[in-house]
């Protein structure tokens, strides 16, 4: 069953503990779960991997603070989601329409690195975003925890439906997975992952919400 999201969350010890001691060193920091961000009933809901160290860990907005939200809030806003292309502060007042952002797993993990068990365990929160998305609602994933966290959350079968960047699969819920690589400092300085590659998965999404 799904469960609603809980600031107060400490169901993973590793992760629990490891904010506590986050929270010693950054006193200004947020450093707890981090809360999914945007419209209520949004027709996508984007999915990351974790908050990052000194971005949504730090700030308590999902990929806001650092470079994975660069390329994330001025995609966004170039396809009309978000009210401004910088994601500065929790408090800036940037607003998402018809979109809201969360993550596989709501708490910083130590490297960056979520436990498969914490992953299952966040799971439950994941369930309920996914329940309350309407039918023809776009998922995109980004990067293949993100991916196979939304098939765990749908119980659907990884083998039947596998990440690939720029793919699509018609889960059997009735909403449609997109997928991207993550929009990482790794994968956009590589070039594995480009400003031209992020807007296509994008440019599907819409093209995808004007048919249903």
Sequence with gaps: MGKQFS?????????????DDVRHDHPDYHARPVAPFGAANPRLLIVGLAPGMHGANRSGRPFTG????????????????????????AGDGLKLTGCRITNAVKCLPPQNKPELAEVKLCNRYLQAELAEL???ASVLALGTVAH????????????????????????????????????????TQTRRLTPAMFEAVFADIANHHERV
Aim: glycine share 8%; aromatic share 12%; net charge positive.
């Design 7 to 19: 600031l107060k969350c400490r169901d993973c010890t590793r992760l629990a503990t490891f904010l």
């Design 66 to 89: 650092d470079f994975a939200g660069i390329l994330l809030y001025a995609t966004l806003h170039r396809f009309g989601y978000a009210s401004a292309a910088q994601s500065v502060s």
């Design 134 to 136: 309407k039918r023809g």
């Design 148 to 187: 196979q966290a939304v098939l765990m959350a749908v119980d659907a079968k990884k083998a039947s439906f596998p990440f690939g960047h720029g793919a699509r699969h018609q889960l059997p819920n009735g909403l449609m997975l997109f997928d991207s690589y993550h929009c990482s400092r790794y994968n």
